[in-house]
């Protein structure tokens, strides 16, 4: 006959009795429970360590359990057991992939901090070479009032295209602000030198009017998108079409290149936004907002290349997770067609535009609207751009008007374009301005 505890229903290991109620229990248990009771478990009279009896047998054989008993039975136990072993080792590479995500994600953070750390190096020490430059010679300035706005001088326009009407998008080398990259009505994409003052190349390929143009940062390629929905990518030093990208069925209406300069995201008429390699051509992801059934109208990467915003035709702004492929926040406020969207380069402000004549600022730390700038009636806003140091915000449409950053305040207007102005750009350290229009030139402004 086996002993059992009462409070288990198990053989103990070291049973003893209690005087109080004559049961049988497993030590450490039963000492557990007067230590927070101070009474018998089974009647709830008092009952103390001291008065337990303990019960000295040989060493108790656990019986097995009934459903043990047989070969069937003892095969289903070893069933259990190997299902339940199947399921941890499954939960376990979840786990690992898990991790292994992470891992990546905080090496690919890294990267994006280190390579913001180099650039602010680099302008850091631009900047005390500058003032280096200028201290010797402040002993020869005489004191005089300073305007509030800085000096401003229009250089000599520069027409592009001759036979279509239209600049319609702008972009600068980031390496080297001299080179000037436009895109036309007259389906051709043109670098222009403005050191040199002359074409260096016009490429040729689109069958439709070019509406977004990028410059990559360090190599001599740029990137075209069009609404004959293809996406190509140009050799600036050959002159020719090295790759194209057919990642939509319908227009293109945004493209942009993403912080590592090895791909491209891309907007469409055809709702999709497009993930695609530069050097294959390849589309990697192609990802649509079911629910909102919307075409976009425009896209651009965040600085560090984790998030990303869509313009759409309703009037949302709606900002991605590039890993997780899902839509993590929508702006809502506007009136009309999203035209043209931009973040600064620390990261805290997104700017929009639309057909309502306004341009609203975003807090991205706070998912919230806290400015919004309202122009003139029926003005057009097509271009946002802030400069590389976030000190400005440039607003192309109508004309072009440059605004203080934090304060918001406009500080230069320019009225010199005869048509739309379609494209405005910074040069390095917002040396100058360079915008296009619809009156087929080219302006660079001096500040």
């Known amino acids: 006959m086996s002993l059992v505890c009462a409070i288990s229903n198990e053989v103990p290991e070291h049973p003893c009795v209690s ?14 429970y007067i230590a927070e009771n101070g009474a018998d478990p089974m009647n709830g009279q008092p009952l103390s360590e001291e008065q337990l009896i303990d019960i000295k047998v040989s060493h108790p054989i656990r019986p097995k359990a009934p459903s043990s008993t047989s070969i069937p039975a003892i095969l289903k136990a070893l069933q259990d057991e190997w299902d339940a072993v199947m399921l941890h080792s499954f939960t376990l590479r979840q786990q690992l992939q898990t991790t292994r995500q992470e891992l ?28 280096a430059t200028l201290k010797p010679q402040a002993g020869l300035v005489v004191a005089q009032a300073v305007a509030s706005q800085p000096h401003v001088t229009v250089m000599r326009p ?26 036309g009505a007259d389906k051709n994409v043109v670098v222009f030198d403005k050191k040199e003052e002359q074409i ?10 070019v509406t977004s143009v990028i410059y990559h940062p360090s190599q001599s390629v740029v990137f075209s998108a069009s609404p004959d929905s293809t996406i190509r990518v140009w050799s600036v030093t050959g002159g020719n079409c090295v790759q194209v990208v057919r990642a939509h069925e319908a227009s293109v209406t945004g493209l942009s290149l993403h912080a590592t300069g090895d791909y491209l995201l891309s907007s469409s008429e055809d709702q999709y936004w497009a993930f695609s390699d530069i050097q ?19 896209a651009q990467f965040h600085p560090d290349g984790l998030i990303f915003g869509t313009g759409t ?8 997770d590039l890993k997780e492929r899902t839509n993590v926040a929508n702006f809502p406020g506007h009136v009309g067609p999203v035209t043209s969207i931009a ?3 620390n990261g805290y402000y997104l700017a929009t535009g639309a057909q309502d004549s306004s341009v609203k600022l975003w807090d991205l730390r706070k998912l919230k609207n806290f400015k919004t700038i309202t122009l003139d009636n029926n003005y057009e806003v097509k271009s946002l751009v802030f400069d590389q140091s976030g000190t400005y915000l440039a607003v192309g449409g109508t004309d072009i008007r440059v605004y203080i950053c934090k304060q918001w305040s406009e500080v230069l207007n320019f009225t010199e374009h005869t048509g739309v102005v379609t494209g405005v750009a910074f040069g390095e350290h917002a040396q100058f301005l360079t915008s296009t229009g619809m009156d087929r030139s080219l302006k660079f402004y001096s500040l």
């Open 280 to 298: 294959t051509g390849r589309v990697l992801t192609k990802v649509t907002d079911e629910a909102a059934g919307c075409a976009l109208t425009c």
């Open 343 to 345: 973040f600064s380069e």
């Open 313 to 320: 035709a309703d009037s949302q702004i709606k900002i991605w």
């Open 19 to 32: 005087p109080v109620s004559n049961q049988v229990f497993e030590r450490r248990l039963i000492e557990k």
């Open 200 to 209: 260096i190349a016009t490429l040729k390929g689109h069958t439709k009017k």
């Open 104 to 131: 990546s994600h905080a090496l690919y953070q890294h990267d994006a901090a280190c390579r913001v750390i180099a650039r602010l190096t680099k302008e850091v020490t631009a900047a005390r070479e500058a003032l």
């Open 158 to 183: 520069v027409k592009l295209y001759a036979s279509v009407p239209g600049i319609l998008s702008l972009d600068l080398c980031p390496s080297d602000t001299n080179k000037v990259l436009t895109g």
